[in-house]
């Protein structure tokens, strides 16, 4: 497997893997090196609700996505307890529900193809949380506490095709009337 971390320029890079050589690189969030159609899988966490144009990273996505490439994006659920903590990651950028996100992704030609929900414990240090954390989690998927997850988990696919929409098929023009007026 062929692995590359992009870390936005704004956010700066890290080393990556810690122990091994390099494979972060530092780029702009919506021109990535790479060429079109060229990448199988992606995973984007903190980089959605992080990113000043999420549409435009969407399409940069869309962009070198396969045409069977899959992309999961980790969010922070807008309805959950951690989006309401300074000492996360997921406190900071835009939070995202279910229902905005798949809305997003359609309207930058990817489909959503499954979801989930995590971390369902609370955001603490505290050892008690700490060591209940693996409880926490088992019960949320169990009882689907999905409205207190602190991050949503969505895979979603590349559009290749563009769906029927009847705005657009009731405003193209008839191609017979074009042809009116031309008969004796």
């Known amino acids: 497997l062929n692995w590359t971390c992009l ?27 790479f060429e ?14 992080t990113c000043e144009n999420p549409n435009l990273l969407l399409q940069e996505i869309w962009r070198v ?14 309805s959950g307890l951690w989006v309401r903590s300074d000492v996360t ?4 950028g835009r939070p995202y529900s279910l229902r905005q996100l798949e809305k997003q992704l359609l309207e930058n030609r990817l489909q959503l193809d499954s979801h989930l929900a995590a971390l369902f414990g ?11 954390m693996g409880f926490c989690e088992k019960v949320g998927r169990t009882v689907d506490l999905r409205m207190l997850a602190g991050a949503l988990i ?23 009337g074009v042809l009116q007026g031309l008969t004796k």
């Open 89 to 92: 990651p997921f406190g900071y």
């Open 122 to 132: 609370p955001p603490s240090e505290r050892a008690y949380w700490l060591k209940t």
């Open 36 to 49: 079109s159609n060229s990448v199988d899988s992606l995973l984007v966490a903190h980089g959605l609700e």
């Open 7 to 33: 870390m936005p320029a704004q956010q700066g890079v890290i080393h990556w893997p810690s122990e091994r050589e390099n494979k972060s690189l530092l780029v702009e969030e919506t021109s990535w090196p």
């Open 154 to 176: 969505v895979q979603a696919g590349k559009q290749n095709y563009l769906k029927p929409n009847a705005a657009i098929r009731d405003s193209l023009i008839d191609p017979m």
């Open 65 to 78: 996505l396969s045409p069977s490439g899959r992309v999961i994006f980790v969010v922070p659920n807008r």
